[in-house]
């Protein structure tokens, strides 16, 4: 097995780090600004968000930081497939494993999910279950899969050349799950019903997709799974509310 050169790993970490760093920064000044303010810094921040409205600037500088970095960074040299999970893949394998291994955590899902909204308060819905009410909502919700899983295949990369193939892979996790603590928007949305649902599965499915990760080495059957998984609790929210609205429609007088 060829040994990489320190510089390989270490300059992978750097960007890796330099990447949530860029994260951390704008998710907090971009919470800091989301109240209207006086003077010139609110004149230009409302022009921004006139701007953002028409042409979706908050879609593109996502999928540019998910998406577009990861893949400058491989078509850079500056990764290697291989610790993307990208190459050397054992199909056979690990289509078996993806399949045994996802049966077992949708159902652990669905009857947690279940669980939860039989002890909640009041009807629960995320968002996201939402965009499965529009014609090509599903489509959505693959791009969210497809930012993430490119996400946190970058931030996993360098930890798997330094810790190795298993508990790189956590470390990676832990990096991103770090990140994500130091975003105040995340905060907020653990404390707002609807909202602390989807974070807590996308975590989950974090949690999910790494440890097949581990297994498997395959960045795309952790999309499929994370997909599939994500798709179905949407749908299963999804089909909940409908079922809570007609039965509230039936009793209203």
């Known amino acids: 097995?060829?040994?990489?050169?320190?510089?390989?790993?270490?300059?992978?970490?750097?960007?890796?780090?330099?990447?949530?760093?860029?994260?951390?920064?704008?998710?907090?000044v971009a919470w800091s600004l989301?109240?209207?303010?006086?003077?010139?810094?609110?004149?230009?921040?409302?022009?921004?968000?006139?701007?953002?409205?028409?042409?979706?600037?908050?879609?593109l500088l996502r999928a540019t930081y998910y998406l577009v970095v990861p893949y400058l960074v491989l078509y850079l040299g500056w990764a290697s497939p291989l610790d993307f999970g990208l190459a050397d893949l054992d199909w056979i394998g690990g289509i078996g494993t993806t399949a045994a291994f996802?049966?077992?955590?949708l159902l652990l899902l669905a009857w947690l999910w279940w669980q939860h909204s039989s002890h909640?308060?009041?009807?629960?819905?995320?968002?996201?279950?939402?965009?499965?009410a529009q014609p090509w909502g599903w489509v959505l919700v693959l791009c969210e899969v497809l930012f993430l899983e490119a996400w946190?295949?970058?931030?996993?990369?360098?930890?798997?050349?330094?810790?190795g193939s298993y508990w790189g892979v956590y470390w990676g996790l832990a990096a991103v799950f770090a990140a994500a603590l130091l975003n105040p928007r995340l905060w907020y949305?653990?404390?707002?019903?609807?909202?602390?649902?989807?974070?807590?599965?996308?975590?989950?499915?974090?949690?999910?997709?790494?440890?097949?990760y581990v297994f498997t080495h395959n960045l795309?059957?952790?999309?499929?799974?994370?997909?599939?998984?994500?798709?179905?609790?949407?749908?299963?929210?999804?089909?909940?509310?409908?079922n809570e609205r007609h039965r509230g429609e039936r009793l209203s007088p």
């Open 220 to 242: 795309w059957l952790c999309m499929a799974l994370h997909a599939v998984l994500r798709l179905a609790i949407l749908a299963l929210v999804s089909i909940q509310s409908g």
């Open 189 to 212: 949305e653990l404390r707002t019903p609807g909202e602390r649902e989807g974070v807590i599965l996308t975590g989950a499915l974090a949690v999910v997709t790494a440890t097949l």
């Open 102 to 105: 996802g049966g077992g955590c």
């Open 152 to 163: 946190w295949a970058l931030c996993r990369s360098p930890m798997l050349v330094l810790a």
């Open 120 to 132: 909640a308060a009041g009807p629960l819905r995320m968002p996201q279950a939402q965009w499965l």
């Open 1 to 28: 097995m060829k040994v990489l050169p320190l510089a390989y790993p270490v300059r992978l970490l750097a960007i890796v780090l330099g990447h949530l760093a860029l994260y951390v920064a704008g998710s907090n």
């Open 34 to 59: 989301r109240t209207p303010r006086p003077g010139r810094l609110g004149r230009a921040i409302d022009g921004v968000r006139l701007w953002n409205t028409k042409l979706r600037l908050g879609e």
